[in-house]
C-alpha cells in the first residue's frame, strides 16, 4: 500500500509524522519510507540514520555546435525555463542549473546544431537503522537530494520514486513524504499512491494552504484524510469547515507537547498514543 503525506503549508510536520509513521508500522510490517522532498530530505536526520549514495540522476543538457549553428535563436524561444540565453548575432550558450532536461531545443533546431551531454542533478541515497534496532530488518528510507543550484525538482522526484518502485513488493507499506506545496514535485511525488494523509494546522494559513492540496487530491482522485498537528494551538474549526466542504475526514487530532519537540531536536523517533491509533487505522486499511 503506497501512502503519501502531504500537506499545501511548509513547517506543518510532514516530515515529523512520516518518520513517525513509519517506525510505529515497523513495528508489525515491512514498511520503505520514500523522502520525495528532494530539496529539503531531512527525514534521515529525524530518525539518526545515516545515509549511503547509490546513483546519480542524471538529465539531458544540450551542447552547441558552433559549425552548424546559424545563431537564429529559435533554441531560446522555445526554452520555458529561460537557461538558453541568445545575443545578437553571438552563439547561445546554456545556464546549466536552469536547464529542466526537457529536450525541445533539441527538437525545434533545424540545423541539428545541438548535441546531447548529461549533467548531474540530483543524487538518491538509501539508509537503514543499525542492527541493534528492533526494526532494523523492517525498515529501509530511500532520500533523493537535488543538486544546489537546480531548477527543476520534479526529474530527481521522479527518478526516486521510480528506484524505490523496485523494492515495492519486498515491503507491506511505501511511505511518501513529500515537499510542501501544490507544485510539480509535490504532484510526481503524488501519482500512484492509494491514499494521501494531508498535514495541516489549526491556523488560517493552515486552512487555506490545506484547501490548495485538497483541491489538487480531489483532480487526481486520490483519497485522503486530514491530520490536524498542533491541534490544541489554533482554531479547529478552520479545519473542520473543510473537512465537511470536501466531506473528508479528520483522522486525527495530534497536540503540541514538549515530548515531541524534544524528540524531533535530538534526531528520535517520535512516539505518541495518537500515532498509534492512526497506525491501526492504516493496519484496517492494508
Known amino acids: 500500500m503506497k501512502i503519501a503525506i502531504t500537506g499545501g503549508k511548509g513547517g506543518t510536520g510532514k516530515s515529523t509524522i512520516s518518520t513517525a509513521f513509519a517506525?510505529?508500522?515497523?513495528?508489525?510490517?515491512k514498511v520503505m519510507l520514500v523522502?520525495?522532498?528532494?530539496?529539503?530530505?531531512?527525514?534521515?536526520?529525524?530518525?539518526?540514520?545515516?545515509?549511503?549514495?547509490?546513483?546519480?540522476v542524471e538529465a539531458y543538457?544540450?551542447?552547441?555546435?558552433?559549425?552548424k549553428c546559424i545563431k537564429c535563436g529559435s533554441c531560446a524561444e522555445v526554452c520555458k525555463e529561460n537557461a538558453i540565453v541568445i545575443i545578437k548575432d553571438n552563439f547561445p550558450f546554456i545556464i546549466e542549473k536552469q536547464c529542466n532536461g526537457c529536450g525541445a531545443c533539441l527538437f525545434t533546431c533545424k540545423n541539428k546544431a545541438i548535441d546531447e551531454n548529461k549533467q548531474i542533478?540530483?543524487?538518491?541515497?538509501?539508509?537503514?537503522?543499525?542492527?541493534?534496532?528492533k526494526i532494523a530488518d523492517n525498515f529501509m528510507l530511500i532520500s533523493g537530494e537535488i543538486e544546489v543550484g537546480c531548477e527543476s525538482s520534479s526529474p530527481v522526484v521522479n527518478e526516486t520514486r521510480e528506484f524505490a518502485s523496485k523494492f515495492e513488493d519486498e515491503y507491506d507499506f511505501s511511505l511518501i513524504d513529500t515537499a510542501?506545496?501544490?507544485h510539480c514535485?509535490?504532484?510526481?511525488?503524488?501519482?500512484?499512491?492509494?491514499?494521501?494523509l494531508t498535514v495541516a494546522e489549526p491556523t488560517p494559513l493552515g486552512k487555506h494552504d490545506l484547501d490548495i492540496i485538497l483541491k489538487l487530491l480531489k483532480i487526481l482522485q486520490i483519497k485522503s484524510e486530514i491530520i490536524v498537528n498542533k491541534s490544541d494551538i489554533g482554531d479547529l474549526s478552520l479545519i473542520h469547515e473543510l473537512e465537511n466542504n470536501y466531506g473528508i475526514n479528520v483522522l486525527s487530532e495530534i497536540p503540541y507537547t514538549k515530548r515531541i519537540i524534544e524528540n524531533y531536536s535530538e534526531g528520535i523517533p517520535i512516539e505518541h498514543d495518537k500515532i498509534a491509533e492512526i497506525t491501526k487505522s492504516l493496519e484496517q486499511l492494508l
Not at 35 to 56: F, N, Q
Open 23 to 29: 517506525v510505529e508500522l515497523a513495528k508489525k510490517y
Open 35 to 56: 523522502d520525495a522532498d528532494v530539496e529539503c530530505p531531512d527525514d534521515h536526520i529525524l530518525l539518526s540514520i545515516k545515509r549511503e549514495k547509490v546513483r546519480d
Open 61 to 67: 543538457l544540450p551542447s552547441f555546435n558552433e559549425e
Open 121 to 133: 542533478i540530483g543524487s538518491i541515497y538509501q539508509g537503514k537503522f543499525e542492527n541493534d534496532s
Open 180 to 182: 510542501a506545496g501544490t
Open 185 to 196: 514535485n509535490v504532484i510526481s511525488a503524488l501519482i500512484g499512491v492509494d491514499l494521501a
